[in-house]
């Protein structure tokens, strides 16, 4: 039986090697990667939807060319996030990729996308600084921020409002939280606090009984950059051990699911802060109309969009602005496209107004978060604070950002 | 090689007050022997009598717990299986465990540069390489010529055996221990099993353990009856047919089963 | 010979295909071949099914990252005529290192001491930043040029990867005929006999293993050029378990089983996402994986072979 069937997928997978023309001149190709198996399947879909969102609201089309979208699915993995642009590339023939949705990935395509400077990419979610700050690539634009930018207003937040002076990290080995940690420390060190020790572990570790005990009594709060079962393990264990020192989040480390499960922990978590870009209950206008077009395009969605959403949407809808612009000309190799997106000015759902550095990379608004408790008990994040224009830098000199070296477990240090 | 060679005076075999224990258990005790270099012996015993075990002791197998043992009159009762086996022994096995997935050819080829060395190579091998010609004049000798390029599973039980007797003659063996060949043969692969055996080269000692009274009767020159594992009797095969004491213990094991 | 002439058909396709063919789903299914042709290669001459051919694969990767160009500013840059012997060498010995841990374990023992080697090898690449640059691994990998042609453009690069998959079919099928490789296929039918006969089972053991690192390692270098990275993700138990399904839905039987599943598994993994809800891709593939499975206990190799047995009216004791 396979026999047969296997002829025919060989036949035709030949026959489609043959014919594999390009793309009709009329259509505008998009290929979406995002991460659709896995512990992340739920939000990369989420992440799709955006795109989808983006391309309704266009009508889908542009300057009357059709506007196609063609997925992809990576495993997380920067091997798989090449493999499925490749394939969107060679095989799809399509114009532009929007993706992908983790740090490593995100580099990963930057690099391949030195290798096709005819196709424009634009990120998804993944937020590694250097994706954009270091070794940029021309035809990669980032409309959103990167780790580091996620947690502005934080650092002066624990510092200013709460009154935090000395503060512990424990945060995964790797380069989101590094620049997670970067972007919280930047900010706290320059405000006076000092970080006296800082303790990376592995993802998916499960016994943080080493580091609970080595957390110095004289902090006076500990800022957690860990994820999912990650973050709920040592919370449990921190409070199991007696540990009472306030907590402070990361973007990923705060999220409703950890607020909804149960244990004693909880209870250390109100008034916890955290940064993020995107709040799902904001009650800013455009956010609501945001949530409003999502909910009305997608009943089967979350009840509000979430991180992935946002900046999928963020990312087509900035390709679709500009190809207006250019009234879906992407002749001479995007040239006319990429000015339009290099210039681009555009409302974000936030509120802000979304540009882009001269790397690429996007300035954008990142909220200050706390953990408060409902009337039914229940635990929920509310704003604090929103940061307007935040850049790449920090607010500092681009040139003295840079030059203090790319993030590492030592790298920023104030001890 | 450790093994220091006495033709003349030695015995080809030589045992003392061997035994094997297993725990509180003598499988074997204070068994003596001595083999003359191209004799034919045959063990036998009831089952349990503790002939295996004798045979596992003196290929190295197992350890012995007691007593020496001495081949061409050197004392071997510590050495390692692979030095017996360089120095002359090979044994056969009583449930053959061979090479399935090789053939006739390729087993015997692996027998010969097992003992002669060349199994390490690890270039494909050419027609023309000695230890192939060795393979086939084994072949020859162990009656499976026409088997050669036939793949061991697909044997009949008796070319099997045969394959292991051949397998054992590899680069001229001084002393064969043969552990029941005929095990399970039929009738009519017992006559052409007991030829193989009595066309052997005459030089080579040969203790065999066999339960086939014909075969073990028709092929050795001297007896030696187990029992519980000592030894109860030896001499020459008419001697032992008329031994009482054989009688009752050996006649009653073997045919009782 | 006669099994590299499989490889016939892969030659051709440079006639019809496009770039995107050639290099993502041939070359790429020639490259998995080649590390499941390692894993093949185990089972059917060993009889040990192992899960560290990833991982063998992956130190001839690292290897090529760590001597050879790359963006991360980790390693020291040596001449690619000094890093390809070396990448060998070092997958050869991490095949042996393997193979002297895993010596006594068959079956369910042998997965189980395999795939522990492998999971510990990828938290160790994720947490050593010295030689293996942690979680971010190593990028901007690139293959040597020759001549001022990269080997990385897509004609020499599917050349030199069909090339290197007919050598290793060859080697695979030399070996297994020499005195060592008969040997080997002794252990795997009657390990105490082998003993008995004279030979000590250890090195025997030991050099299979080798051998399958040397096979892995070629398909590792290749696939470090493909990717032009390498990370921790590369040698984790993803690429783990798509080795294995790749191994066994081609057959475990036959060598050119694995090149023959790694095709079906490129074809499946790329274009599963075309035919069907994206939500459910995944257990296409699975589905499909189950139903070869079910339906080819040996494989496809094996289907092959019996719908074939079928035309030609040949019996089969000639077949010696």
């Given at each position: 039986m396979f026999t047969n069937l296997k002829t025919i997928t060989m036949t035709s997978a030949l026959a489609l090697g043959a014919f594999a023309a390009p793309a009709s001149a009329e259509d505008i190709k998009i290929g979406v990667i995002s991460i659709l198996e896995g512990a992340f399947a739920a939000l990369g879909q989420d992440g799709i939807r955006g795109v989808e969102l983006a391309v309704a609201e266009a009508g889908g089309e542009v300057a009357g060319n059709e506007i196609e979208v063609i997925v992809m699915s990576s495993d997380a993995s920067p091997d798989s996030a090449v493999n499925a642009a490749r394939k969107l590339i060679e095989q799809d023939g399509v114009d532009i990729i929007v993706g992908p949705l983790s740090g490593s990935e995100g580099l990963a395509l930057r690099d391949l996308s030195k290798s096709f400077p005819a196709v424009t990419f634009l990120n998804g979610s993944s937020a590694a600084q250097d994706t954009t700050l270091r070794d940029a690539s021309d035809n990669f634009f980032r409309f959103g921020g990167d780790g580091a930018q996620w947690m502005v207003g934080v650092g002066s937040f624990a510092h200013d409002d709460l009154g935090y002076e000395k503060v512990a990290v424990v945060a995964e080995d790797y380069s989101f939280p590094y620049t997670q940690v970067l972007g919280f420390m930047t900010e706290f060190c320059a405000a006076g606090g000092t970080v006296p020790e800082k303790f990376w572990t592995p993802i998916g570790a499960k016994d943080y009984s080493s580091i609970v005990y080595s957390i110095p009594s004289d902090v006076d709060a500990v800022f957690v950059a860990l994820g999912g079962a990650d973050a709920v393990n040592f919370l449990t264990q921190y409070n199991q051990a007696g540990g009472d020192k306030p907590i402070i989040g990361g973007s990923i480390t705060i999220d409703q699911s950890i607020l909804d499960s149960e244990g004693p922990f909880k209870q250390q978590l109100i008034g916890a802060p955290a940064g993020t870009p995107t709040v799902s209950d904001y009650d800013g206008a455009e956010w609501k109309e945001f949530t409003a077009s999502y909910t009305g395009q997608f009943?089967?969605?979350?009840?509000a969009p979430s991180i992935f959403a946002h900046h999928y949407y963020m990312s087509a809808h900035a390709a679709i602005l500009a190809l207006e612009e250019v009234n879906g000309d992407l002749s001479g190799d995007q040239a006319a496209f990429r000015a339009a997106l290099t210039d681009l000015e555009f409302v974000t759902p936030t509120g802000g107004t979304m540009r882009l550095d001269e790397n690429r990379n996007g300035i954008v608004d990142n909220f200050v978060t706390e953990v408060f408790e409902r009337e039914d008990g229940t635990l929920g994040n509310r704003v604090v604070k929103v940061v307007r224009d935040v850049d790449q830098s920090l607010g500092q000199d681009p040139a003295a950002f840079l030059a203090q070296g790319p993030v590492s477990r030592d790298n920023p240090s104030c001890p | 090689m450790p093994i220091n060679h006495d033709h003349k005076t030695a015995n080809a075999l030589e045992i003392q007050g061997v035994g094997r224990r297993f725990g509180g258990f003598w499988a074997v005790k204070d068994v003596s022997l001595s083999v003359r270099p191209g004799e034919r012996r045959a063990v036998l015993g009831p089952n349990g009598a503790g002939k295996t075990t004798l045979f596992n002791v003196l290929t190295g197998d197992l350890a012995a717990s007691a007593g020496t043992i001495r081949m061409d009159g050197a004392d071997v009762t510590q050495t390692p299986m692979h030095k017996r086996i360089k120095g002359g022994l090979r044994r056969t096995y009583q449930h053959a465990h061979l090479f399935d997935g090789l053939t006739v050819r390729e087993t015997l080829f692996l027998a010969v540069s097992s003992v002669a060395g060349g199994w390490q190579r690890f270039m494909p091998l050419k027609p023309s390489d000695g230890a192939i010609g060795k393979a086939e004049s084994l072949a020859q000798m162990s009656g499976l010529c026409s088997d050669l390029g036939r793949e061991v599973a697909n044997l009949s039980h008796g070319q099997r055996r045969q394959l292991e007797i051949g397998m054992a003659l590899a680069e001229n063996p001084k002393m064969l221990l043969l552990d029941e060949p005929a095990a399970g043969l039929s009738p009519s692969e017992r006559p052409r099993l007991a030829e193989l055996l009595l066309s052997l080269p005459k030089d080579i000692t040969i203790v065999l353990i066999e339960h086939d009274m014909d075969i073990a009767l028709r092929t050795s020159d001297s007896v030696s009856v187990l029992h519980n594992g000592r030894l109860l009797a030896e001499g020459s095969p008419e001697n032992i047919m008329s031994n009482e004491a054989v009688h009752d213990v050996y006649m009653g094991g073997a045919h009782g089963h | 010979m006669k099994s590299a002439l499989f490889l016939l058909p892969f030659a051709l396709v440079p006639f019809f295909a496009n770039d995107f063919w050639l290099v993502q789903i041939f070359g790429r299914a020639l490259i998995l071949g080649i590390i499941a042709l390692s894993l093949t290669f185990l089972a059917a001459y060993l009889g040990v099914v192992s899960f560290a051919q990833a991982t063998m694969a992956g130190v001839a990767g690292y290897t090529v990252a760590y001597f050879g160009p790359n963006t991360v500013d980790v390693g020291r840059e040596m001449p690619f005529f000094v890093v390809l012997p070396l990448a060998m060498i070092m997958a050869t010995l991490s095949g042996a290192i393997i193979g002297l841990i895993a010596r006594r374990s068959q079956g369910i023992y042998a997965i189980m001491i395999t795939l522990a080697i492998g999971v510990a090898f990828f938290y160790f690449t994720r947490q050593n930043y010295n030689y293996f640059n942690g979680w971010t691994g190593f990028s901007g990998i690139r293959a040597p040029e020759i001549a001022g042609t990269s080997l990385r453009e897509p004609l020499p690069f599917y050349l030199l990867i069909i090339l290197v998959s007919a050598l290793c079919l060859l080697f695979v099928n030399g070996f297994i005929k020499s005195p060592l490789g008969l040997t080997i296929q002794a252990v795997r039918d009657a390990p105490k006999r082998v003993l008995a006969i004279g030979i000590p089972t250890t090195p025997v053991i030991v050099s299979a293993y080798a051998f399958a690192g040397f096979i892995a390692g070629s398909g590792g270098i290749l696939n470090v050029w493909y990717q032009e990275r390498i990370s921790s993700f590369s040698v984790g138990l993803g690429p783990i378990v798509d080795i294995l399904v790749i191994a066994v839905i081609g057959g475990l039987k036959n060598p050119i089983g694995a090149f023959i599943g790694a095709l079906a598994f490129v074809l499946l993994d790329t274009f599963a996402v075309d035919f069907i809800d994206r939500e459910r891709f995944n257990t296409l593939i699975g589905l499909v994986l189950l139903a070869i499975i079910m339906g080819a206990p040996d494989g496809l190799h094996g289907l092959a072979k019996s719908w074939l047995s079928r035309f030609k009216k040949r019996p089969s004791e000639n077949q010696v």
């Amino acid at each position: 039986m396979f026999t047969n069937l296997k002829t025919i997928t060989m036949t035709s997978a030949l026959a489609l090697g043959a014919f594999a023309a390009p793309a009709s001149a009329e259509d505008i190709k998009i290929g979406v990667i995002s991460i659709l198996e896995g512990a992340f399947a739920a939000l990369g879909q989420d992440g799709i939807r955006g795109v989808e969102l983006a391309v309704a609201e266009a009508g889908g089309e542009v300057a009357g060319n059709e506007i196609e979208v063609i997925v992809m699915s990576s495993d997380a993995s920067p091997d798989s996030a090449v493999n499925a642009a490749r394939k969107l590339i060679e095989q799809d023939g399509v114009d532009i990729i929007v993706g992908p949705l983790s740090g490593s990935e995100g580099l990963a395509l930057r690099d391949l996308s030195k290798s096709f400077p005819a196709v424009t990419f634009l990120n998804g979610s993944s937020a590694a600084q250097d994706t954009t700050l270091r070794d940029a690539s021309d035809n990669f634009f980032r409309f959103g921020g990167d780790g580091a930018q996620w947690m502005v207003g934080v650092g002066s937040f624990a510092h200013d409002d709460l009154g935090y002076e000395k503060v512990a990290v424990v945060a995964e080995d790797y380069s989101f939280p590094y620049t997670q940690v970067l972007g919280f420390m930047t900010e706290f060190c320059a405000a006076g606090g000092t970080v006296p020790e800082k303790f990376w572990t592995p993802i998916g570790a499960k016994d943080y009984s080493s580091i609970v005990y080595s957390i110095p009594s004289d902090v006076d709060a500990v800022f957690v950059a860990l994820g999912g079962a990650d973050a709920v393990n040592f919370l449990t264990q921190y409070n199991q051990a007696g540990g009472d020192k306030p907590i402070i989040g990361g973007s990923i480390t705060i999220d409703q699911s950890i607020l909804d499960s149960e244990g004693p922990f909880k209870q250390q978590l109100i008034g916890a802060p955290a940064g993020t870009p995107t709040v799902s209950d904001y009650d800013g206008a455009e956010w609501k109309e945001f949530t409003a077009s999502y909910t009305g395009q997608f009943p089967d969605g979350f009840s509000a969009p979430s991180i992935f959403a946002h900046h999928y949407y963020m990312s087509a809808h900035a390709a679709i602005l500009a190809l207006e612009e250019v009234n879906g000309d992407l002749s001479g190799d995007q040239a006319a496209f990429r000015a339009a997106l290099t210039d681009l000015e555009f409302v974000t759902p936030t509120g802000g107004t979304m540009r882009l550095d001269e790397n690429r990379n996007g300035i954008v608004d990142n909220f200050v978060t706390e953990v408060f408790e409902r009337e039914d008990g229940t635990l929920g994040n509310r704003v604090v604070k929103v940061v307007r224009d935040v850049d790449q830098s920090l607010g500092q000199d681009p040139a003295a950002f840079l030059a203090q070296g790319p993030v590492s477990r030592d790298n920023p240090s104030c001890p | 090689m450790p093994i220091n060679h006495d033709h003349k005076t030695a015995n080809a075999l030589e045992i003392q007050g061997v035994g094997r224990r297993f725990g509180g258990f003598w499988a074997v005790k204070d068994v003596s022997l001595s083999v003359r270099p191209g004799e034919r012996r045959a063990v036998l015993g009831p089952n349990g009598a503790g002939k295996t075990t004798l045979f596992n002791v003196l290929t190295g197998d197992l350890a012995a717990s007691a007593g020496t043992i001495r081949m061409d009159g050197a004392d071997v009762t510590q050495t390692p299986m692979h030095k017996r086996i360089k120095g002359g022994l090979r044994r056969t096995y009583q449930h053959a465990h061979l090479f399935d997935g090789l053939t006739v050819r390729e087993t015997l080829f692996l027998a010969v540069s097992s003992v002669a060395g060349g199994w390490q190579r690890f270039m494909p091998l050419k027609p023309s390489d000695g230890a192939i010609g060795k393979a086939e004049s084994l072949a020859q000798m162990s009656g499976l010529c026409s088997d050669l390029g036939r793949e061991v599973a697909n044997l009949s039980h008796g070319q099997r055996r045969q394959l292991e007797i051949g397998m054992a003659l590899a680069e001229n063996p001084k002393m064969l221990l043969l552990d029941e060949p005929a095990a399970g043969l039929s009738p009519s692969e017992r006559p052409r099993l007991a030829e193989l055996l009595l066309s052997l080269p005459k030089d080579i000692t040969i203790v065999l353990i066999e339960h086939d009274m014909d075969i073990a009767l028709r092929t050795s020159d001297s007896v030696s009856v187990l029992h519980n594992g000592r030894l109860l009797a030896e001499g020459s095969p008419e001697n032992i047919m008329s031994n009482e004491a054989v009688h009752d213990v050996y006649m009653g094991g073997a045919h009782g089963h | 010979m006669k099994s590299a002439l499989f490889l016939l058909p892969f030659a051709l396709v440079p006639f019809f295909a496009n770039d995107f063919w050639l290099v993502q789903i041939f070359g790429r299914a020639l490259i998995l071949g080649i590390i499941a042709l390692s894993l093949t290669f185990l089972a059917a001459y060993l009889g040990v099914v192992s899960f560290a051919q990833a991982t063998m694969a992956g130190v001839a990767g690292y290897t090529v990252a760590y001597f050879g160009p790359n963006t991360v500013d980790v390693g020291r840059e040596m001449p690619f005529f000094v890093v390809l012997p070396l990448a060998m060498i070092m997958a050869t010995l991490s095949g042996a290192i393997i193979g002297l841990i895993a010596r006594r374990s068959q079956g369910i023992y042998a997965i189980m001491i395999t795939l522990a080697i492998g999971v510990a090898f990828f938290y160790f690449t994720r947490q050593n930043y010295n030689y293996f640059n942690g979680w971010t691994g190593f990028s901007g990998i690139r293959a040597p040029e020759i001549a001022g042609t990269s080997l990385r453009e897509p004609l020499p690069f599917y050349l030199l990867i069909i090339l290197v998959s007919a050598l290793c079919l060859l080697f695979v099928n030399g070996f297994i005929k020499s005195p060592l490789g008969l040997t080997i296929q002794a252990v795997r039918d009657a390990p105490k006999r082998v003993l008995a006969i004279g030979i000590p089972t250890t090195p025997v053991i030991v050099s299979a293993y080798a051998f399958a690192g040397f096979i892995a390692g070629s398909g590792g270098i290749l696939n470090v050029w493909y990717q032009e990275r390498i990370s921790s993700f590369s040698v984790g138990l993803g690429p783990i378990v798509d080795i294995l399904v790749i191994a066994v839905i081609g057959g475990l039987k036959n060598p050119i089983g694995a090149f023959i599943g790694a095709l079906a598994f490129v074809l499946l993994d790329t274009f599963a996402v075309d035919f069907i809800d994206r939500e459910r891709f995944n257990t296409l593939i699975g589905l499909v994986l189950l139903a070869i499975i079910m339906g080819a206990p040996d494989g496809l190799h094996g289907l092959a072979k019996s719908w074939l047995s079928r035309f030609k009216k040949r019996p089969s004791e000639n077949q010696v």
